[in-house]
Nanobody, 119 residues
């Protein structure tokens, strides 16, 4: 069993910054990727950014140049630095882990952390 614990959400004014953290713990696994998704009220959950174990990253167009994802494989931790936040970034942010535990790839989700950006 793998658990994800997120932290760092909160309320910030437009133009401000927040840093989200997500730590994976539990049984032994091989990390494939970690990422952040977000879901605003009444909308689907969408990818914000992810990072593979080798370090390659992927971002949603709406956050490119403002958000930076980074990871620490040794600590099974992923971070999301969010700068120049906009009201449209308001959502619940979820951490997702994709990992290999024999005999298949698996995924785990965090409980979500609220990010609210006021105008």
């Amino acid at each position: 069993q793998v658990q994800l614990v997120e932290s760092g959400g909160g309320l910030v004014q437009a133009g401000g910054s927040l840093r989200l953290s997500c730590v994976a713990s539990g049984s032994t696994f091989s990390l494939i990727s970690m990422g952040w998704y977000r879901q605003a009220p009444g909308k689907q959950r969408d990818l914000v950014a992810d990072i593979r174990s080798g370090g390659s990253t992927n971002y949603a167009d709406s956050v490119k140049g403002r958000f930076t994802i980074s990871g620490d494989n040794a600590k099974n931790t992923v971070y999301l630095q969010m700068n120049n936040l906009k009201p449209e970034d308001t959502a619940v942010y979820y951490c997702k882990l994709v990992y290999f535990k024999s005999p298949i790839n698996r995924e785990a989700w965090g409980q979500g952390t609220q990010v609210t950006v006021s105008s």
